[in-house]
């Protein structure tokens, strides 16, 4: 048994939200993933019309909660890749994840079963332990600028989903 850590807990908890917006939304033929590996190798398929979403954590700042206090507030960087088989279903999501995500997200912790691979199963969880707080929220097209025509399906429409986040708990 292991006990993810916060930056995991924020990918989760991102996930879970994402997730959560795809079901209100009635998206279908969308996986939501965890590694950049996972997203890499994930076909499209015209046919199916499927789009896959893939959350990173970036770089973390702990910052002061004030001067001279040694508590910290965690200021994360997360990454959201969305590729998609077609330019609206890719614009259409991301427009989707930045409206449901706007204006914050539940924090959840987990202990897993198995260590804290990426395969491990969840033995309890998820335990609410305060919001990510949204700062700010950046989409930009990946390869704007080049020729679509000339690439591969997976590498077309794609678009990178910034956001600079706050946890609300306090770090001693």
Known sequence: MGIYREKRNIIKSCIIAISAGLTANS???VTCVKSFKEFANTPLSRETKNAVICVLLGSTIR???????????????????????????????????????????????????GGVSSDASFESGPDTDGRIIVDLIDDVPVGG???????????????LITLHVTKTKVED
Not at 72 to 93: A, F
Not at 150 to 155: A, G, R, T, W, Y
């Open 63 to 113: 910052d002061n909660v004030e001067v001279g206090s040694n508590s910290k507030l965690r200021k994360s960087l997360i990454l959201i890749h969305v590729k998609g088989t077609s330019g609206g279903q890719v614009e259409d999501l991301t427009d989707m994840i930045c409206d449901y995500l706007k204006d914050g997200f539940t924090y959840y912790e987990y202990t897993v079963i």
């Open 145 to 159: 600028d080049i020729d679509k025509s000339q690439l591969e399906l997976d590498d077309r429409f794609r678009t």
């Open 27 to 29: 998206y279908t033929n």
